[in-house]
C-alpha cells in the first residue's frame, strides 16, 4: 500500500516533507534479552503544565535490528516521555542503526529541567524481521547494546546527582492485568493532563509497567503511571497515581476505571521475582453509547498472559484531513486495522509523524482482549500546527499475541 509519510525538513525542525512511499505490515520475532538506556538532558528548559516540550538529549547510539519504547512509571517529577526522536536525517529502516537525540517530554508541573537531568529510560529490544506470510521462519535475533554507568541529576523533590546503572534484563514473556480506578471524581478538559489518584497496586520487584492500549475511558487515555520517588527495579513499589490525557471534557467519577497496566515479570541476574496476590475488585466500566456515558459496575478478577515472541508491525494511516494544533488531542479516522482474538497492541516509539506523538487507539466498540476488535480511530496530541491529511501514516501499531492466564495457571509459571 501507498502512505504518505511525513518528516521535518531540517534538524531545525523548519518545515515539515512528505514522501510517498510503498509500506506494508511486516512481521517479527523478539529475543529473550531486552536494555534499559537513559534518556538524559542536554541543555536547560523551562516546562510548563500540559504542553509538551521538546528535550534535547546526550545521545544515544542504538545498533539496527532494534525497536524502543519509552518507560513506564515517572523517572522525573516535571513530567514524561512520550516519544523520542532521531537525529536528521532519521533511519528509514528497523535494520539500521539509530542515534536518538531528542525526547517529547509532557510537564505534569511547571518546572525547569536542567543539563544532566534524568528525564526518562527507554527499552531496546532485539527484532528480525520477514514479510507477515514467512512469520513461523524468522530467527530470534542476535543484537547486543553497549550498556555502561551513566552521571546524572535524579529530580524527585530535590535535584540529586547519582551514578546511574544501565540493566539489561531476560524478558519472561508472563505479564498480569492491574486495573487502574480512579479514587476520586474530577472534571477534565480535552488536552490538558492530569494526575489522577488511584487505587493502590503493588508492583513486585523486577516488573516492568506498561499501560494497555485502547482507551478504557471514553473521556481519554493514560500515558504513564506515578509510584512515588524512583526506585530500583529490584525493589517493589506502590503505583497510586495515573498521568491522563483527556480527548474530551467531562467528569471521572470515582471507582471509574480510567486503564489498566500490563506487569511484565523479568529477571535480572537471576534473581527471582517477589509475588504478590492480587485479589478480585470492582470498578465502573465507562463507555459511551448514543453520546452517552454510561457506567456499569464490574467486577474485575485478575488475570494473567503469556506472550509470544512473535508479532506484527502494522501501519496505521489517516482516513480523514484533520488540522491540528499544539496541545489539542485528536482523534483521528483510520483506515480500518482488525485486531484478532487474543491479540495486544502498543504504539511503536519513535516513528513519529512530524506534527506530534500518537498516544493510542480506539476501537469500534468495548472488547476483551478475547474478542476480535476492530481499530477505527487514532488518539493523537500535535507538538506542532498542521494538517494531518488522508493517507498520511501517522503511527505504527505493534501487535502480538498472548495466551490469557487465570491465577491458577499463573501459578504454574511460578507467578502468584
Known amino acids: 500500500m501507498k502512505v504518505k509519510v511525513s518528516t521535518w525538513a531540517d534538524a531545525q525542525r523548519s518545515d515539515v516533507t512528505k514522501k510517498e512511499v510503498e509500506i506494508e505490515p511486516v512481521a517479527y520475532r523478539t529475543g529473550p534479552k531486552a536494555y534499559w538506556k537513559l534518556l538524559i538532558a542536554d541543555e536547560d528548559v523551562k516546562v510548563s503544565k500540559g504542553k509538551v516540550t521538546f528535550v534535547r538529549l546526550n545521545k544515544i547510539s542504538i545498533p539496527g535490528n532494534t525497536v524502543i519504547s519509552p518507560l513506564s512509571t515517572m523517572r522525573n517529577e516535571f513530567g514524561v516521555v ?23 517530554f509532557l510537564p505534569v508541573k511547571d518546572g525547569e ?30 543484537v ?21 546503572e544501565e540493566y539489561n534484563y531476560h524478558r519472561r514473556g508472563i505479564a498480569e492485568w492491574i486495573p487502574l480506578v480512579a479514587e476520586n471524581a474530577m472534571d477534565v478538559k480535552a488536552g490538558e493532563a492530569v494526575v489522577v489518584d488511584v487505587r493502590e497496586a503493588q508492583l513486585p520487584s523486577q516488573t516492568i509497567p506498561v499501560p494497555l492500549s485502547i482507551m478504557r475511558h471514553p473521556l481519554g487515555t493514560v500515558v504513564d503511571v506515578v509510584a512515588g520517588k524512583l526506585k530500583k527495579i529490584e525493589v517493589s513499589r506502590v503505583v497510586n497515581q495515573a498521568i491522563f490525557v483527556p480527548c474530551h471534557d467531562g467528569r471521572i467519577e470515582k471507582g471509574d476505571l480510567i486503564g489498566i497496566l500490563n506487569n511484565y515479570y523479568i529477571s535480572i541476574g537471576g534473581m527471582p ?22 457506567r456499569r459496575e464490574h467486577e474485575l478478577k485478575p488475570f494473567g498472559y503469556k506472550e509470544s515472541d512473535f508479532g506484527i508491525f502494522e501501519p496505521v494511516i489517516a482516513a480523514e484531513d484533520t488540522d491540528v494544533k499544539p496541545g489539542e488531542v ?47 480511530s487514532a488518539v493523537f496530541l500535535p507538538t506542532t500546527e498542521g ?30
Not at 82 to 104: C, G, N, Q, W
Not at 145 to 160: D, F, H, S
Request: hydrophobic residues 45%; aromatic residues 6%; proline residues 6%.
Open 113 to 142: 529541567i536542567q543539563k544532566g537531568d534524568l528525564i526518562g529510560v527507554v527499552n531496546v529490544f532485539g527484532v528480525n524481521l520477514a514479510p507477515a506470510k514467512y512469520m513461523m521462519r524468522i530467527k530470534p535475533p542476535e
Open 330 to 376: 485528536v482523534k483521528i479516522k483510520v483506515e480500518e486495522i482488525n485486531l484478532p482474538t487474543s491479540t495486544l497492541v502498543q504504539p511503536l516509539a519513535a516513528r513519529n509523524h512530524a506534527l506530534g506523538v500518537m498516544l493510542d487507539i480506539v476501537g469500534e466498540r468495548p472488547a476483551l482482549v478475547e474478542e476480535d476488535k476492530k481499530v477505527v
Open 82 to 104: 512520550l516519544d523520542v526522536y532521531e537525529t536528521f536525517p532519521p533511519s528509514v529502516r528497523i535494520e539500521e542503526p539509530k542515534t536518538i537525540e531528542m525526547a517529547a
Open 387 to 416: 494538517k494531518i491529511e488522508k493517507g498520511d501514516l501517522i503511527g505504527v501499531l505493534n501487535i502480538y499475541h498472548v495466551a490469557v492466564m487465570t491465577p491458577s495457571q499463573m501459578v504454574s509459571f511460578g507467578i502468584y
Open 273 to 294: 521475582s517477589q509475588i504478590v496476590l492480587l485479589g478480585s475488585q470492582k470498578a465502573n466500566i465507562v463507555f459511551e453509547k448514543d453520546g452517552k456515558i454510561i
Open 144 to 164: 547486543e547494546v553497549e550498556m555502561g554507568e551513566v552521571e546524572a541529576n535524579i529530580v524527585y523533590g530535590e535535584r540529586k546527582k547519582a551514578r546511574l
